[in-house]
């Protein structure tokens, strides 16, 4: 940089004008009778939210030593005061109620669009057709006993078999395993044992 261009011979500061703002007065204290600067700022209190008094230090400690948000109020009134402060002292209503229909379920929206379920996910949720809402409970299945799932599973059945599918199963596996079907063979009588063992266990559990 050259400071000897004649540039900066052509740069002039401008004056300040009459015109533009000046910084404000420092405010002074607002206690009675104090003429000090006031730079802190106190609450003026309830119903005066978002006000505030300037004051020096020693009268801003003074009024703070003194201050009662709740100054004029009841214990029920502090009371029913902080129990709202807990929710922004905003109104509540009940979960699952709707303030605009006075306690009425709101109804399912229109949807103006389409979606794609190629596995049916959404339409076995009732999404969309308002069948999930109407859908009827389905039944109780039984519960079978660990003894007799076991012999459920000795024959090879599913444990919700009813007694028609038992007897049928169990013809054909009696037909299958008995030596006078294998020309005489006995290696499957274990099996033939476990297979009317299951069988009868049942028959005494009341399902053939």
């Known amino acids: 940089m050259d400071l000897n261009s004649r540039l900066f011979d052509s740069i002039r500061i401008r004056k300040p004008s009459c015109d533009e703002p000046k910084p404000a007065a420092e405010a002074l204290c607002e206690s009675p009778g104090c003429t000090r600067p006031g730079p802190h700022r ?7 939210e978002g006000q505030y008094w300037r004051f020096c230090i020693d009268h801003v400690r003074a009024y703070n030593a003194s201050y009662n948000y709740f100054d004029g109020m009841n214990d ?9 402060a807990i929710i922004g002292h905003r109104p509540t209503w009940a979960m699952g109620v709707n303030p605009a229909g006075q ?14 379920d190629p596995l049916g996910i959404l339409r076995g949720a009732g999404v969309g057709d308002g069948r999930r809402r109407n859908k ?26 009813d007694g028609p599918a038992i007897k049928a199963q169990y013809k054909a596996l009696v037909k299958r395993f008995h030596p006078d079907a294998n020309g005489g063979d006995r290696s ?4 033939l044992r476990d297979i009317i063992r299951a069988h009868d266990v049942l028959r005494a559990a009341g399902l053939c």
Do not use: H, I
């Open 42 to 48: 106190a609450p003026k209190g309830r119903k005066a």
């Open 76 to 84: 029920a009134a502090v009371q029913a005061y902080q129990k709202d």
């Open 136 to 161: 009827q409970p389905e039944p109780e299945k039984p519960r079978r006993t660990a003894t007799v799932r076991r012999a459920l599973d000795v024959m090879g059945l599913e444990e919700g078999a």
């Open 188 to 191: 499957f009588e274990e099996r």
């Open 103 to 116: 306690g009425k379920p709101a109804e399912e929206p229109t949807r103006d669009w389409a979606y794609v």
